[in-house]
T-cell receptor, first 117, second 110 residues
Framework: NAGVTQTPKFQVLKTGQSMTLQCAQDMNHNSMYWYRQDPGMGLRLIYYSASEGTTDKGEVPNGYNVSRLNKREFSLRLESAAPSQTSVYFC????????????????FGAGSRLTVL | DAKTTQPTSMDCAEGRAANLPCNHSTISGNEYVYWYRQIHSQGPQYIIHGLKNNETNEMASLIITEDRKSSTLILPHATLRDTAVYYCIVRVYNNNDMRFGAGTRLTVKP
């Protein structure tokens, strides 16, 4: 049981290049999330997917697109990378479900460190 | 969803209890309190959550005031490895818009 797996762990891009961050979870969770964390700052929600087939914007969605490929996988795409997108990106998932607080407990991946030159 | 207020930073002596406060004065009746921590640049780690009763697990205790307007996370015997940023989040269980604030940076000192 690997939990939440993110790839790649490190990536360096040039301004204008595109790339996709991959995230997969093996916990049969319904909901998945993408966060970014800039140096010395807290986590900011980019996008989330409450369930397979749905996605919603978070606090800072501009410059990103997401795809909930299936229940396990949730990818984050940068179409034209900018230096302001240099950050550590975290994927997370929650069980979802009804009636109990545990449905909203986040499990995080180890992060993907992206540098845009 | 209710906003939370946490101190920016706190220190604690190794072996002593660390008490981390969180104010959530606008909390509604169906909102849970969740605590996470982030050690250095690792992914955040879930610690504990509660609705209105006090909760305890192997990592920590969560004390929620009777009016539910504030809570305290207690690490009973802090170690150097507990040095981290601690986040308090208030959410309805089925609200997927899970946003984090700035958290409290806890430094455990020898």
């Amino acid at each position: 049981n690997a939990g939440v797996t993110q790839t790649p762990k490190f990536q360096v891009l040039k301004t204008g290049q595109s790339m996709t961050l991959q995230c997969a979870q093996d916990m049969n969770h319904n909901s998945m999330y993408w966060y970014r964390q800039d140096p010395g700052m807290g986590l900011r929600l980019i996008y989330y997917s409450a369930s397979e087939g749905t996605t919603d914007k978070g606090e800072v969605p501009n410059g990103y697109n997401v795809s909930r490929l299936n229940k396990r996988e949730f990818s984050l795409r940068l179409e034209s990378a900018a230096p302001s997108q240099t950050s550590v990106y975290f994927c997370a998932s929650t069980p979802g479900g009804t009636g109990v607080g545990g449905a909203n407990v986040l499990t995080f991946g180890a992060g993907s460190r992206l540098t845009v030159l | 969803d209710a906003k939370t207020t946490q101190p920016t930073s706190m220190d604690c002596a190794e072996g002593r209890a660390a008490n981390l406060p969180c104010n959530h004065s606008t909390i509604s009746g169906n909102e849970y309190v969740y605590w996470y921590r982030q050690i250095h640049s690792q992914g955040p780690q879930y610690i504990i959550h509660g609705l209105k009763n006090n909760e305890t697990n192997e990592m920590a205790s969560l004390i929620i005031t009777e009016d539910r307007k504030s809570s305290t996370l207690i690490l009973p015997h802090a170690t150097l490895r507990d040095t981290a940023v601690y986040y308090c989040i208030v959410r309805v269980y089925n609200n997927n818009d899970m946003r984090f604030g700035a958290g409290t940076r806890l430094t455990v000192k020898p």
